[in-house]
């Protein structure tokens, strides 16, 4: 079973289990339209931060009963987003093929914090977990988080038009992903 030692540190950022005490500094950035357009869940409001953040709490441990982990990112002791990291390939939870994703507070944008953390947790997962692909999907339109992917040396392997119900509409989805061996 794997199992990731948490807190993952970077230059500038903590990423660790969310915590209850977390609650008003996620629901800054999870409760905004600009953030909630972008994700499954969409906008949150309190109860639902609070019901994200019970469920999101981890050990650091990746498996069959747990194949997904948010972690909260911390900067100078405040939460300002989130990362994803979950088990999954194409053919089902492998532990070879992982998803990234992340979710900030606006208010921090422009500053390089996402690509930061996604940094940190891609690291994590080919050097702790050792897998042989990372990969994230989202819309195209979300130029935030496509200039992430590309800063992490990701490529775009496949754009799906019109395939992604998405908030009661259909929408583009893009696939960027990068291996292990290409992983600076």
């Given at each position: 079973?794997?199992r ?13 289990s ?10 800054a ?22 019901d994200?953040?019970?469920e999101s ?7 069959q ?10 900067l ?18 492998d532990?070879?093929q ?35 692909r990372?990969w994230?999907r989202?819309d ?18 496949a ?10 509409r ?15």
């Amino acid at each position: 079973m794997p199992r990731l030692a948490l807190p993952i540190l970077t230059e500038r950022l903590t990423l660790r289990s969310m915590r209850v005490e977390d609650h008003a500094d996620v629901l800054a950035y999870r409760s905004r339209s600009e953030v909630g357009v972008h994700l499954p869940c969409g906008v949150l409001n309190g109860d639902q931060v609070a019901d994200w953040i019970a469920e999101s709490v981890t050990a650091g441990r990746i498996d069959q009963v747990h194949p997904a982990m948010t972690l909260a990112v911390e900067l100078d002791g405040r939460v300002i987003g989130d990362v994803l990291l979950r088990a999954d390939g194409i053919d089902g939870v492998d532990g070879k093929q992982y998803e990234i994703g992340w979710a900030f507070n606006p208010d921090h944008g422009k500053q390089g914090f996402a690509t930061e953390a996604a940094r940190g947790l891609a690291d994590t997962a080919f050097k702790t977990l050792g897998v042989h692909r990372v990969w994230a999907r989202l819309d195209p339109a979300n130029t935030p988080s496509v200039r992430v992917c590309e800063r992490l040396g990701m490529r775009r392997e496949a754009l799906f038009e019109k395939a992604s119900w998405w908030h009661g509409r259909w929408d583009d989805l893009a696939i960027y992903a990068i291996r292990a061996d290409e992983w600076r």
